[in-house]
């Protein structure tokens, strides 16, 4: 029996000791020459299953696998080669070899990350080597210090140049394409960047998208040619014409299950045609469609071509002609240095005009209309280019570390074929740098220097901001920060809150943390490693969250002191508070997140910008809950069976323990509480014992009998209720459509889920009883055999659960609750149990293993397909499927816009949202909408304004603080509030406001409140409401500073 995916792949016994799950990988393609001057490559560890746990949700177990295989070459490690050979690293590749024999100079400092000036003069290769190593014991980090021959050519997979000649580009290019090496070139050049790819003329691509395969639940089949489909639609749902399509589950034609692939055509009223069916026999009930993923073929011109008739990846037609325009200043970039040896110097006019005078020379492009150059364009890619920008460098080279994962793991399309960047709107809109202020200074950021002057990076010296979040994408902006020199001198600094702490599945995508930092806060962890990548950094770490418990750290006078805020957050609720904050202070804010391979980054910027929003509620960015009447007894979907699992441990380890130990305290039931209900929360737990279980075999005969009555008992005692032919009014059988039938399971302890239920639900049980559990697997067979006898008594008596949705309370008859009370009192004669709250990062716990094994027999019950244990995980532990390349690429967009923040002066135009989606190769951004205005009477205001009033001295009466605001505003005020507190009202009988009217503000508060004002408080907020007001006004707050 084929189980899930990554539980049993070890088998139990190694799954229950502890020990890292794993799985060889497939075999590699037959070897090519052996590596010369190199260490031999040895057996290569297994795939450590924690370790990329979130990565696997995105990629799946196959495209893993060959990762972990995979042997690519990277040429050319300044700060683009840097980003590309980190991403590799944390992510799994099998090996990279690195080759770049020059010299570390100033200018690479400014972004690679790996280098420092002790490195200076030192092949960039061998200096880079151990920091890379460090950041993976899985990966081998070589280096080859020779020339890229066609023999050494052929070892790798994928061949990436970075930093690269032309001559050398087109030279390595046609033999790997002629050898069918995946291979990719990529540069920046100041704030323009490019990537090419070659996967060779018939590139496979066996899974093209991200999303998982489209299944609806059969609802019915028709017998003719075509045969009509009908089914359930949910959220997102919507099979296109030509999708290929398989069966399961099916109950009268199961001619169609596991039948091969059949195509779609979808119908005007949404039903699917999908061939004949004439010859099967009548649908009945029950089943599942799934779509099945087609592979495509690319095919890709190698350089020499492409160079000439480039096909670029563009969202419209003017992007497209920037490219190409974009496309020749490289080509022109290309032949400036030939010619001279160097790029053109920083902000040199006479440089730029012989690049310019080089473009023009080129002569069109094949397959394209006469198109004259952009020579404004060109000018400042030449003015800029001999700048090397740690942004630029983040986002271009996740770009290129994902292309090499596409190449060697066949997921995900891969760029047709060029792709170019440009973020010349970060440079400045009044004044531009002059040649005198971006000379080279022989400091670590000179590369950063040739694009914006010595003057704009003393303004970054002195900015104070504050990161919130030091996961993936906090560890990449503080790595970001420390490199453009945030915050690296003067009054300046960056202080970095987090209040977790680091565990095992974040090595493989945050940077700035190794395995010996496991458990140690991650602010902490963070900062130190941001501070050895730059010392002049002043950083300071908080391991507090940023939320209304701590206003007393993150109040008035520390947010006085910062220039601005970056959030790296994973949840809207922490966001939306985030974002409050910075609107209360009037703070800019840098904003990230990703999913998968998915991301975006925004700038919100006072009076400039719109403020950040994010989902209007809870229900726009998390799923609805699922009616309880599905969940228990109609399931048709894998989450169906996972929210029922999750529910299931909370009622029987969290929930009951809870109440018992209430009840243990007050030895009664609350006033509030209806003791039927939580005697019947407490039946299963409970299980009919008289006596608190004592020993781990106690706890393996109350787990089977739980397993009995859940997908044994239970299901026999529904279907006798509603059997399988039971006919509705209307003649459709009750269990057809979204309702399928469900199965009695027999306990069979040569299945391995069986018994992994069995071992995770008695450890769960003997936990919450402070009892010692047990992990051994070879044990248990034993313990249960007796007890599966015929007529055993050993097992726990549980009575079977009714089948009728109706209230809990109405479930057991006056017997079986006396019986439960008694049991109860017993019960609380011992010590107090313990709760378990869910987990769902612990591989030891047994919480996973437990949902996961209860969803699947669930599962089996009702014949719906099962969500492997790493779905089972992002889906109850609400994980958010992740991998470093998208976290590098969004902390580069924001860089880029902290760029622009820094220098100030900036219309709204010059800022950029920014999307991603990187398995599709969709890049778009755009200009932020302005905030909106909104009016009453002769008042104009957006989101970032606020009425001010001084407290005085003295301080002003409520009384007064209104008759201010008629006379200053011409403000009839109707209504006070701070917060949810109501200060004053007009409706009030007069004499509620004669007791309020007199007395001063603070004093109102307090009075109101019944509590203090926080000490050192500047400003109270209020909130006003006035006559003649219309629905959706929003007055702006009345700040009143005292």
Same mark, same amino acid.
């Given at each position: 029996m084929q189980l899930l995916r990554g539980v049993f792949a070890l088998g139990l016994q190694e799954l229950v000791a502890g020990q890292e799950r794993s799985l060889e990988p497939e075999p590699e393609p037959g070897p090519g020459p052996e590596l010369p001057r190199m260490a031999a490559q040895g057996p290569r560890a297994p795939l450590d299953e924690e370790l990329y746990s979130r990565q696997l949700q995105v990629l799946g177990l196959p495209a893993m696998q060959r990762i972990r295989g995979a042997r690519v070459l990277l040429s050319g490690l300044r700060g683009l080669g840097a980003e590309v050979a980190k991403n590799l690293v944390l992510m799994g590749v099998g090996s990279l070899t690195l080759h770049d024999s020059h010299p570390t100079c100033w200018s690479d400092l400014a972004a690679q990350f790996f280098l420092s000036e002790k490195d200076l003069a030192r092949s960039r290769a061998e200096a880079s080597q151990k920091a890379l190593a460090q950041l993976s014991e899985a990966v081998q980090v070589l280096v080859h210090p020779g020339n890229l021959t066609e023999d050494l050519l052929l070892s790798f997979q994928v061949v990436v140049l970075t930093s690269s000649r032309l001559d050398e580009q087109l030279r390595v290019g046609a033999l790997c394409h002629k050898h069918g090496v995946g291979f990719l070139v990529a540069d920046t050049r100041g704030l323009v960047g490019q990537v090419f790819c070659d996967f060779g003329e018939a590139f496979t691509v066996e899974d093209p998208t991200e999303a998982e395969p489209l299944t609806a639940a059969v609802l019915d089949i028709s017998q003719g040619s075509p045969g009509i489909l009908t089914v359930r639609k949910g959220p997102g749902d919507s099979f296109c014409s030509g999708d290929l399509v398989t069966f399961s589950g099916i109950e009268g034609m199961a001619e169609l299950n596991g039948c091969p692939p059949r195509p779609v055509h979808v119908r005007e009223d949404g039903a699917l045609e999908i061939g004949d069916t004439t010859a099967f026999s009548r649908y009945l009930r029950g089943g599942s469609v799934t779509e099945v993923k087609r592979p495509q073929i690319v095919s890709h011109e190698p350089l020499e071509v492409a160079l000439l008739q480039p096909r670029v990846v563009a969202q419209g037609r003017q992007e497209a002609l920037r490219a190409r325009h974009l496309h020749q200043a490289f080509r022109a970039l290309h032949q400036f240095q030939h010619l001279h040896g160097r790029l053109p110097r920083p902000w040199h006019a006479a440089d730029a005009e012989v690049m310019v005078g080089l473009a023009w020379a080129l002569g069109p492009l094949k397959g394209t209309e006469e198109e004259p150059l952009d020579e404004g364009l060109l000018r400042t890619v030449a003015l800029s280019s001999a700048g090397d920008l740690s942004p630029m460098a983040a986002f271009l080279g996740a770009v290129v570390a994902q292309e090499v994962l596409k190449a060697v793991s066949r997921k995900f399309m891969p760029l047709d074929q060029w792709l170019y960047f440009d973020a010349l709107d970060c440079l400045p809109e009044d004044q531009l740098p002059n040649s005198e202020d971006c000379a080279p200074r022989g400091c670590r950021y000179d590369g950063q220097i040739a694009v914006f002057g010595a003057d704009f990076q003393g303004k970054l010296r002195h900015q104070h901001y504050l990161l919130v979040g030091a996961g993936a994408i906090g560890c990449e902006l503080l790595k970001g920060f420390a490199l453009v020199g945030l915050g690296a001198g003067g009054r300046g600094g960056?202080?970095?809150?987090?209040?977790?702490?680091?565990?095992?599945?974040?090595?493989?995508? @945050?940077?700035?943390?190794?395995? @010996?930092?496991?458990?140690?806060?991650?602010?902490?962890? /963070? /900062? /130190?490693? /941001? @501070?050895?990548?730059?010392?002049?950094? @002043?950083?300071?770490?908080?391991?507090?969250?940023?939320?209304?418990?701590?206003?007393?750290?993150?109040?008035?006078?520390?947010?006085?002191?910062v220039d601005g805020v970056a959030a790296a957050l994973d949840s809207f609720q922490a966001r939306r508070y985030v974002a409050a904050r910075c609107t209360h202070y009037l703070k800019p804010l840098l904003e990230a997140g990703t999913q998968g391979t998915r991301g975006s980054a925004s700038v919100f910027l006072p009076h400039v910008t719109e403020t950040y929003r994010g989902p209007a509620s809870a229900a726009d960015s998390e799923d609805a809950p699922q009616p309880v009447c599905t969940l228990r007894h109609f399931p048709s979907t894998a989450e169906h069976t996972l929210q029922w699992a999750r529910d299931e441990f909370e009622g029987l380890f969290r929930l009951s323990a809870e109440t018992i130990n209430r009840y243990q305290q007050a030895r009664a039931f609350p006033a509030d509480t209806d003791r039927l209900q939580v005697l019947t929360l407490l039946q299963p737990v409970l299980g009919g014992r008289r006596a608190r279980p004592q020993t781990w075999q106690d706890c393996v005969v109350w787990a089977l009998g739980h397993w009995q009555w859940r997908f044994r008992d239970g299901i026999t005692q529904l279907l006798r209720s509603l059997p399988p032919d039971k006919v509705l009014e209307d003649g459709t059988l009750f269990w057809s459509g979204p309702r399928r039938c469900p199965q009695p399971l027999e306990f069979d302890s040569s299945q391995d889920v069986h018994l992994l239920y069995v071992l995770a639900a008695a450890n769960l049980y003997a936990q919450m009883h402070r009892l010692p559990g047990s992990r051994d697997p070879t044990a248990l067979p034993g313990l249960l055999a007796p007890l599966l006898q015929p007529g055993s008594q050993g097992r726990a008596p549980i009575p079977a659960e009714s089948p009728e949705p109706a209230p809990a309370a109405a479930e057991l008859g006056p017997e079986q609750l006396e019986d439960l009370q008694e049991a109860l009192e017993v019960w609380s004669e011992g010590p107090s149990l313990k709760p378990l709250k869910f987990e769902k990062d612990g591989d030891s716990n047994f919480h996973v293993d437990f949902v996961t094994a209860a969803a699947t027999l669930r599962s089996q019950n009702y014949g719906i397909p099962p969500a492997s244990r790493a779905q089972s995980q992002q889906i109850m532990g609400q994980i958010i499927p992740a991998v470093a390349t998208t976290s590098a690429a969004v902390a580069g967009l924001l860089g880029l816009e902290l760029y622009k923040v820094v220098g100030g002066l900036r219309t709204l135009g010059a800022f950029r949202h920014s999307a991603l989606h990187l398995a599709e190769n969709r890049f778009e951004r755009w200009v932020p909408s302005a905030p909106a205005i909104q009016t009453f009477q002769h008042l104009k205001w957006t989101c970032w304004d606020r009425l001010t009033v001084p407290a005085g001295r003295p301080e002003k009466t409520l009384e007064s603080l209104l008759a201010h605001l008629q006379e200053q505003q011409a403000l009839s005020v109707r209504r006070v509030l701070l917060g949810p507190a109501l200060l004053y009202s007009a409706e009030w009988p007069p004499e509620k406001q004669a007791q309020h009217l007199p007395l001063r503000v603070t004093e109102l508060v307090q009075h109101v409140t019944g509590q203090a004002l926080e000490p050192g408080l500047r400003v109270l907020v209020l909130e006003l409401s006035c006559e003649g007001e219309e629905d959706g006004t929003a007055f702006p707050p009345l700040h009143y500073e005292l």
């Open positions: 960056v202080t970095v809150s987090d209040m977790d702490h680091v565990e095992r599945s974040n090595l493989s995508r @945050q940077l700035l943390f190794r395995p @010996q930092d496991i458990g140690r806060p991650k602010a902490e962890v /963070a /900062a /130190a490693a /941001a @501070q050895r990548l730059n010392p002049d950094l @002043q950083v300071t770490a908080l391991s507090y969250p940023l939320d209304p418990s701590t206003h007393g750290v993150f109040g008035d006078s520390f947010f006085s002191g």
